[in-house]
């Protein structure tokens, strides 16, 4: 009976943890996709526009916090006013704060760069959000690699935009009023844009500006040099993000591909437990010369007790523990007797 209650209370440990590392699995897996799916609708309520749903803001300026004619002041910006002034401004058309880099002369730029990054980070995939105010002058905002080389270039004048000076028209804008501009770079495929609402490029269709040899640093915003005449632009609501996904694996089109990996190891691992703790259970019992495998199970009811009793037959030895041949009722090395044994087993256990 002893040998019995044994068995009963193993098999309702293996039980217990395979029960217990299974719902361990479930809640990872569900936490991943409640946290996958919380995710996705924060980013499609904030930017219904977007392009992939997997992106990230990095960072984002709308000037209100700067001080009306003075430079800029963000970490991310650098500045250059070599032929002309970058200051804070604002406008009587409710656009409130903005930046505005005017060009005077023939002989420099005025420029500012926005890097994506303070620590140093490239990108292969990204989005530029910004809005634009621009009179007839020459202005590029151009997407620079980490190794300052041209990666894709969209040049404003005289209400044209083109992939270069005097390049391909892209698209044509209105002077003098805001406009909303989203630029969309993927170093595998190409870039695009909208503008107002209004795409240019479907998928990526645009293609790079010439080789590069770096990933995606920064936006150059810059004046021509001696064409263009003099002039301005105006700068608002600037907003960088990033797919981490992209960055770092090759993912579906809809971005997904990293919160999946993120719960295929969870599963995995749980399986992998369960098996290990199973294994090792059953390996302490074999041990312990008290059962075989096909003895492993769970016994429901006491009326089964004397049918597994009449068929419990011992792999060890219970006084040398030398493994026994089968159906051996005498030990070949100490010389028990297994059967007394048994029989003393069954009469403790009816006492």
Same mark, same amino acid.
């Given at each position: 009976?002893?040998?019995?209650?044994?068995?009963?209370?193993?098999?309702?440990?293996?039980?217990?943890?395979?029960?217990?590392?299974?719902?361990?699995?479930?809640?990872?897996?569900?936490?991943?996709?409640?946290?996958?799916?919380?995710?996705?609708?924060?980013?499609?309520?904030?930017?219904?526009?977007?392009?992939?749903?997997?992106?990230?803001?990095?960072?984002?300026?709308?000037?209100?916090?700067?001080?009306?004619?003075?430079?800029?002041?963000?970490?991310?910006?650098?500045?250059?006013?070599?032929?002309?002034?970058?200051?804070?401004?604002?406008?009587?058309?409710?656009?409130?704060?903005?930046?505005?880099?005017?060009?005077?002369?023939?002989?420099?730029?005025?420029?500012?760069?926005?890097?994506?990054?303070?620590?140093?980070?490239?990108?292969?995939?990204?989005?530029?959000?910004?809005?634009?105010?621009?009179?007839? /002058?020459? @202005? +590029?905002?151009?997407?620079?690699? %980490?190794?300052?080389?041209? $990666?894709?270039?969209? &040049?404003?004048?005289? !209400?044209?935009?083109?992939?270069?000076?005097?390049?391909?028209?892209?698209?044509?804008?209105?002077?003098?009023?805001?406009?909303?501009?989203?630029?969309?770079?993927?170093?595998?495929?190409?870039?695009?844009?909208?503008?107002?609402?209004?795409?240019?490029?479907?998928?990526?269709?645009? /293609?790079? @500006? +010439?080789?590069?040899?770096?990933? %995606?640093?920064?936006?150059? $915003?810059?004046?021509? &040099?001696?064409?263009? !005449?003099?002039?301005?632009?105006?700068?608002?609501?600037?907003?960088?993000?990033?797919?981490?996904?992209?960055?770092?694996?090759?993912?579906?089109?809809?971005?997904?591909?990293?919160?999946?990996?993120?719960?295929?190891?969870?599963?995995?691992?749980?399986?992998?437990?369960?098996?290990?703790?199973?294994?090792?259970?059953?390996?302490?019992?074999?041990?312990?010369?008290?059962?075989?495998?096909?003895?492993?199970?769970?016994?429901?009811?006491?009326?089964?007790?004397?049918?597994?009793?009449?068929?419990?037959?011992?792999?060890?030895?219970?006084?040398?523990?030398?493994?026994?041949?089968?159906?051996?009722?005498?030990?070949?090395?100490?010389?028990?007797?297994?059967?007394?044994?048994?029989?003393?087993?069954?009469?403790?256990?009816?006492?």
């Amino acid at each position: 009976m002893g040998v019995i209650l044994m068995k009963k209370t193993k098999n309702r440990l293996i039980a217990i943890l395979f029960l217990f590392l299974l719902c361990s699995s479930s809640f990872i897996f569900n936490n991943h996709l409640e946290n996958y799916d919380s995710k996705n609708i924060i980013q499609d309520i904030s930017s219904p526009k977007l392009s992939n749903p997997g992106k990230t803001l990095l960072h984002s300026y709308d000037f209100e916090d700067e001080i009306i004619g003075l430079d800029p002041t963000y970490e991310s910006f650098t500045i250059d006013e070599s032929s002309g002034d970058v200051y804070i401004d604002d406008l009587s058309d409710g656009q409130q704060k903005h930046m505005v880099l005017n060009k005077v002369g023939t002989t420099g730029r005025v420029w500012v760069r926005d890097y994506f990054s303070r620590s140093g980070e490239t990108y292969i995939a990204g989005e530029y959000h910004l809005k634009v105010y621009h009179d007839t /002058s020459g @202005f +590029g905002i151009n997407l620079n690699s %980490a190794n300052n080389e041209y $990666i894709l270039a969209m &040049v404003w004048w005289n !209400g044209e935009i083109r992939d270069d000076v005097g390049g391909t028209l892209l698209a044509t804008y209105a002077y003098n009023q805001w406009l909303d501009v989203v630029i969309y770079f993927n170093l595998s495929l190409g870039w695009m844009f909208d503008l107002e609402g209004v795409r240019y490029g479907a998928g990526y269709s645009f /293609s790079f @500006f +010439g080789a590069f040899t770096a990933n %995606a640093e920064h936006i150059w $915003i810059t004046s021509f &040099v001696s064409g263009g !005449g003099d002039g301005y632009l105006r700068v608002d609501d600037i907003a960088f993000y990033y797919d981490e996904s992209r960055s770092s694996i090759h993912t579906d089109d809809t971005g997904n591909g990293a919160d999946m990996i993120m719960i295929i190891p969870s599963i995995a691992i749980s399986i992998i437990m369960i098996f290990t703790v199973i294994l090792i259970v059953k390996k302490k019992l074999k041990g312990r010369g008290i059962v075989s495998d096909k003895d492993i199970e769970i016994l429901p009811s006491t009326d089964r007790i004397i049918k597994q009793e009449e068929r419990v037959e011992l792999l060890y030895c219970p006084f040398c523990n030398v493994k026994l041949e089968p159906n051996i009722s005498i030990c070949s090395y100490c010389g028990s007797v297994i059967e007394d044994y048994l029989n003393d087993s069954k009469k403790s256990s009816t006492k």
